[in-house]
């Protein structure tokens, strides 16, 4: 998995981001997995899935407030 810009991720609906969410969380559960067990291709990978993580997050927390404040 790339790791997504925020404005990529912000053009996408909520179910795409949840379904990226999803993609992601299993992304870094097969590195962390990958890393313990024999050595990386890419250590980056991991701190690039981590920041796409947190930029979905992040977008999902300030929709929902937006949503709430509406």
């Known amino acids: ?3 997504l810009k925020i404005n990529e991720l912000r053009d996408m609906s909520v179910d795409q981001l949840d379904a990226t969410l ?3 969380k299993d992304t870094l559960f097969r590195l962390r997995l990958q890393a313990k067990m024999e050595r990386l291709d890419s ?10 993580i947190a930029r979905i997050l992040t ?3 300030l ?8």
């Open 1 to 3: 998995m790339k790791a």
């Open 22 to 24: 999803k993609d992601a």
């Open 43 to 52: 250590p980056s990978e991991l701190k690039k899935n981590k920041r796409t």
């Open 59 to 61: 977008l999902q927390s």
């Open 63 to 70: 929709r929902n407030k937006e949503a709430k404040g509406n």
